[in-house]
């Protein structure tokens, strides 16, 4: 479907990805001025070897996804329940690309879920999309780093912007 972005992409489309970067999957939402309650919107990505074979998640409930060697391969910031104006909430997973392969994974999928509150288009603002980063500790969100961006339209439900291909 048509999206709010800086470039317009249409379904199934590629884009590269630059290696040597970490690559922080975010999703940013931001709730009316005049809001009556909360909106917990969720990120999560999902993970898949070369067959699309589930091989585990990283999200709300399990913050970090691991190698069987213990390589940390995916960090959730956490999990965020509510975005108040005029700041908003950010929720954001780092990926850590080469651990990722190093463990067998494939495709990571990233995975929006509107768990509760108001529907994508009640809200002042809301997007997803993927930075790419050479310091993981610096800011959560920070607009020099994003490659990619979606906005959040429509009603609740959950989606899924984009797919990697690590």
């Keep these: 479907t048509a999206s709010r972005s800086a470039i317009s992409l249409p379904r199934g489309s590629r884009v590269p990805v630059p290696v040597g970067k970490l690559v922080r999957l975010f999703l940013h939402w931001c709730q009316p001025e005049q809001s009556d309650g909360s909106t917990d919107l969720d990120l999560s990505v999902a993970f898949y070897d070369e067959s699309w074979r589930y091989t585990g998640v990283c999200s709300y409930y399990q913050l970090q996804a691991m190698g069987a ?15 108040p104006w005029p700041d908003g909430a950010t929720e954001f997973v780092d990926l850590h690309r080469d651990a990722a392969l190093a463990a067998g994974i494939r495709y990571a999928v990233m995975v929006v879920n509107n768990f509760a509150g108001l529907p994508f288009s009640k809200l002042d603002r809301g997007f997803a999309g993927l930075m790419l980063r050479d310091d993981p500790g610096g800011h959560h969100f920070d607009p020099r780093t994003v490659e990619l961006k979606f906005a959040l339209d429509g009603e609740n439900g959950v989606f899924m912007p984009l797919v990697l291909d690590i």
């Design 69 to 83: 060697n213990g390589a940390l391969i995916a960090q959730s910031a956490g999990d965020l329940r509510d975005a």
